[in-house]
């Protein structure tokens, strides 16, 4: 998922996971929440495909872990991103 913390804005990074994740099926709905804490910036990705086992298969390939009815896809986002376009927390639907 390296692939992934390259991002430089909400609008790649959620391309970026839709392609991704294609793959295992159709992605139904993808939301984004950014955050930044000591240091560090992070982008949780909660996303949900066609079915449930499309979604098991996408968490046993990605490392991915499931967060209520959600795939949950953690992405470290790289310091020198952090701008006005990944507030501190922020909900990108």
Do not use: H
Not at 22 to 42: H, S
């Amino acid at each position: 998922m390296s692939c992934l913390s390259g991002c430089g804005d909400a609008a790649s990074l959620r391309s970026a996971v839709g392609e991704l994740c294609a793959e295992f099926g159709r992605v139904t709905r993808i939301d984004i929440l950014t955050m930044a804490a000591a240091e560090k910036r992070q982008a949780l990705c909660f996303l949900q495909l066609e079915s449930e086992a499309q979604e098991r298969q996408l968490m046993a390939s990605l490392g991915a872990a499931r967060f209520g009815n959600d795939v949950l896809v953690v992405v470290d986002l790289p310091l020198d991103r952090a701008r006005d376009d990944y507030p501190a927390s922020n909900w990108f639907v």
